[in-house]
């Protein structure tokens, strides 16, 4: 065994026949791409020896250098790859197509941290000439891990002088990882903007794209939340002086009929005051304009966010970038001989993942009729319960405990999905990793979404609604009577559930996701001595870092697609959650910056110029949203049932002007009559004696108890309000899609300027071009379109 921090050198060079001959040797102070960590038990196995000098002998071929250094664990390895794969890369992509100043060869190709580390990972991921992956290899425990490492000094943000990759590059003292330390990944940091460029430099385009539409959601996010707030305290103005609370809390003399199988007996109406006041406030006229604000706040939120994309995309010459063309040149660069892999398709694998995906499906709302057993059984126990409070308030319990079940639930199937989504990629066999990120986000976002909302489109559409009558209820396997609304109705039952699960996930997910990386960094770092060697002891300080993984921007995409479904979604129900959402994403942002700078490894660098498959899941969710507050409003809220009652049955009917409010007698008229007589054993009612009639809430027939005139009127007013609201919030948001243009015009005007100079440039074959990667030939400092230059 090696003393700790010894380096064994090796320069490999590559033979006469090898593709990628080196031409400069590597000194002990050259840069390190890419760092490979095997465990030290592994150099006593002949086999995994042989297998680890067969995978560098392969990156030698390529054009790959290394050194080994050791501890008295771990074995790493420095790769660094020869400056030829960069000038391969800058010949694939970045050569104009007519002719361009010549580059002299002898200047070094200068290449920037996030491509090196790009193209260096991807031929790492490739497979060897036995068919392994290095996933294969860390399975068989050849080597452990891998990984790029953080740096303060290096090529970050640097700029080519004299056209993109072609010239030296100036350092930035206010750029790199110290820097993004000091300004951005800080608590005291949370209210100042974010330096997305740095971000870009050092973490790549991929995640910067992730912080900038974060940035940009949650600065939309503050005419929402205050749109909503105002509507909420606007229930507070009313508190007091609403006509119907006012009635349900004088109501002494109105029973409401049993509710459960154990302790039955009759409630008063006036027992519900307090919960009637807290209704109407979210469940009041400003409903409505807040689902319609909503509706047009989703649309003006995306086509704001694809203008500034344009422009963050042009700043960065990425506009007319193409991924297709950037894998297929990296696959050329690790394989001359790569044969094009054509798109295909099957439709015999499309049924069967979509069978497979169906499946999934109904296993989700399964599990939202579990929770229905578990709300039934719960009320049951809660009923019987020893404690008074418990027995006085069932529904309540009832309520939020099968909050907390759901956000249990929601934890273990998100596991369980991402398992299935992976499986089902893994069958589908993509063509390259764009297409199998795209098809996993389509994939387990459905998945995601059954799991997180069937729970909430039981509540809102479906409890309450099916339990029959008093004396004639549906019950569960003939034995439990089946859960009701609340007294104050189904709009508390979905606030309460929504506030628990965003408040839970807000607050314990938040905390989790900070502690568990701040913890695990605490522990991997009290492991172990530092070296002597300063190269070797920043290797091993990245090493102690957490790993990061290939969804792990995507798990941070899917925690925000799925706050901006419950922030939409059902929002007609919860005023409050664009609040919440927007508190939430001020700590998020700079909880993931602390993570990703400070507690993470750093994240392999991706080029990209949008969003990709995630903006048709935010389109999605938009249209989702609409439906779904347009059938809350319509089927959950008191909303309808008010105004057709104030303009058909109540005091101001037809014009009628009168003293009294246009509400009064409106609770009267939505209480139906049940004789206590009709009950199958009246006697077991506690208090049944002194009691005829009991109410409860539902448009019957007090004679044969089948549903009335009024509902079936109101059914109707519902299905035409439904239609009525979905293609007027529709129209708005198309309206709105259209009035604001995806690309503004300086950026169209830009994008001209620079086709035009190529042209111009070609036609006059003069030194007018400079290259620019996003779009060819591009425009001299002179022209009118001031465009930084960008990375290679």
């Known amino acids: 065994m090696q003393p700790q921090g010894e380096e064994r050198f090796q320069i490999l060079v590559g033979t006469a026949g090898d593709s990628y001959p080196l031409m400069d040797m590597v000194t002990p102070e050259t840069l390190t791409d890419y760092v490979l960590v095997a465990d030290y038990r592994t150099q006593r196995d002949p086999r995994q020896v042989h297998r680890q000098r067969q995978f560098l002998k392969e990156l030698q071929a390529k054009g790959f250098q290394y050194k080994v250094k050791e501890d008295q664990e771990k074995v790493f390895f420095g790769i660094r790859a020869d400056s030829r794969i960069f000038s391969l890369y800058r010949t694939l992509l970045m050569e104009p197509e007519g002719p361009a100043p010549r580059v002299d060869s002898a200047r070094p190709i200068t290449v920037p941290d996030t491509t090196r580390i790009r193209i260096v990972n991807f031929i790492l991921n490739c497979r060897t000439a036995a068919g392994d992956t290095f996933e294969d290899l860390v399975k068989d425990g050849v080597f452990e891990t ?9 090529c970050l943000g640097a700029r080519p002088e004299g056209g993109a990759g072609g010239g030296a590059l100036t350092q930035s003292p206010e750029q790199g990882k110290e820097n993004l330390k000091r300004t951005w990944a800080r608590w005291r940091n949370m209210f100042r903007k974010q330096p997305i460029d740095d971000i870009r430099n050092y973490f790549g385009e991929k995640v910067a794209l992730y912080f900038a539409w974060l940035g940009w959601y949650t600065c939309m996010l503050v005419p929402a939340a205050l749109v909503g707030l105002i509507v909420f305290l606007s229930g507070f103005s009313l508190f007091n002086a609403s006509q119907i609370s006012k009635e349900i809390c004088e109501a002494h003399d109105i029973y409401m009929c049993p509710r459960g199988d154990h302790r039955r007996r009759y409630q008063r109406l006036s027992d519900t005051c307090t919960f009637a006041k807290l209704t109407h406030l979210f469940d009041n006229e400003g409903t409505v304009i807040f689902a319609i604000f909503m509706a047009l706040w989703a649309t003006v939120f995306l086509e704001f966010w694809k203008r500034q994309r344009a422009r963050v995309v042009l ?10 063309q950037e894998e297929v040149a990296l696959e050329l660069i690790n394989c001359p001989d790569y044969k094009l892999q054509l798109h295909q398709h099957s439709y015999l694998k499309s049924t069967i993942i979509l069978i497979l995906s169906l499946l999934m499906i109904c296993l989700m709302i399964g599990m939202a009729h579990v929770l229905v057993v578990y709300r039934v059984a719960a009320a049951a126990v809660f009923s019987s319960s020893a404690l008074p409070f418990l027995e006085d308030q069932v529904t309540t319990a009832v309520v939020v405990s099968g909050a907390l079940v759901h956000y249990v639930t929601i934890l273990v199937m998100t596991k369980v999905n991402k398992v299935v989504a992976l499986k089902l990629c893994d069958y589908e066999k993509s063509r390259t990793f764009s297409e199998r990120e795209s098809k996993f986000t389509v994939k387990f976002f459905t998945l995601q979404f059954f799991a997180h909302f069937s729970s909430l489109v039981y509540i809102a559409f ?24 609340h007294l104050s109705g189904c709009m508390m039952d979905l606030f309460v559930q929504m506030a628990i699960i965003m408040g839970l996930k807000q607050t314990l997910s938040n905390c989790m996701e900070y502690l568990h990386p701040w913890l695990s960094h605490k522990c991997r770092s009290m492991r172990g001595s530092e070296a002597r060697d300063p190269e070797l002891r920043d290797w091993q300080l990245n090493y102690r870092l957490n790993p990061v993984y290939t969804f792990s921007l995507f798990d941070e995409f899917m925690e925000m697609m799925i706050q901006y479904g419950f922030t939409t979604i059902f929002v007609a129900a919860f005023p409050l959650a664009p609040l919440l959402a927007l508190f939430s994403n001020l700590v998020e942002i700079r909880l993931d910056a602390i993570k990703m700078v400070r507690l993470q490894r750093r994240l392999v660098p991706r080029k990209a110029k949008d969003i ?57 008229h939505s209480l139906s009559v049940f004789h206590t007589k009709d009950f199958e054993d009246p006697v077991r009612i506690k208090g049944s004696e002194n009691v005829t009639e009991c109410r409860y809430r539902d448009y019957r027939n007090a004679q044969d108890y089948n549903f009335s005139e009024q509902f079936w009127t109101l ?26 243009p995806d690309v503004p015009q300086s950026v169209k005007n830009s994008v001209l300027e620079q086709k035009y100079e190529v042209l111009l440039g070609k036609l006059r074959g003069g030194p007018r071009q400079l290259w620019g990667p996003g779009l060819g030939p591009r425009a001299t400092p002179a022209s009118s379109s001031s465009l930084r230059s960008t990375d290679v």
């Open 715 to 740: 059914l109707a007013i519902r299905l035409a309000f439904l239609i009525l609201f979905e293609h007027v919030a529709l129209c708005i948001k198309l309206v709105a899609a259209w009035f604001v």
């Open 612 to 668: 990709g498959t995630w903006l048709q899941v935010l389109e999605t969710i938009g249209v989702l949203a609409v439906i779904a507050n347009g059938m809350v409003i319509a089927f959950t809220s008191e909303f309808i049932p008010r105004v057709v009652y104030k303009y058909r049955y109540g005091p101001c009917r037809q014009g009628a002007r009168s003293s009294a409010d246009c509400l009064t007698g409106y609770i009267n």
């Open 146 to 154: 891998r990984f790029p490492l953080h740096k303060v000094r290096g």
């Open 462 to 485: 479906i409890l309450g609604r099916i339990n029959g009558h008093p004396g004639k209820t549906v019950r569960l396997a003939g034995l439990w009577k089946l859960e009701e609304c």
């Open 315 to 324: 700043d960065w010459d990425l506009y007319g970038w193409d991924e297709d």
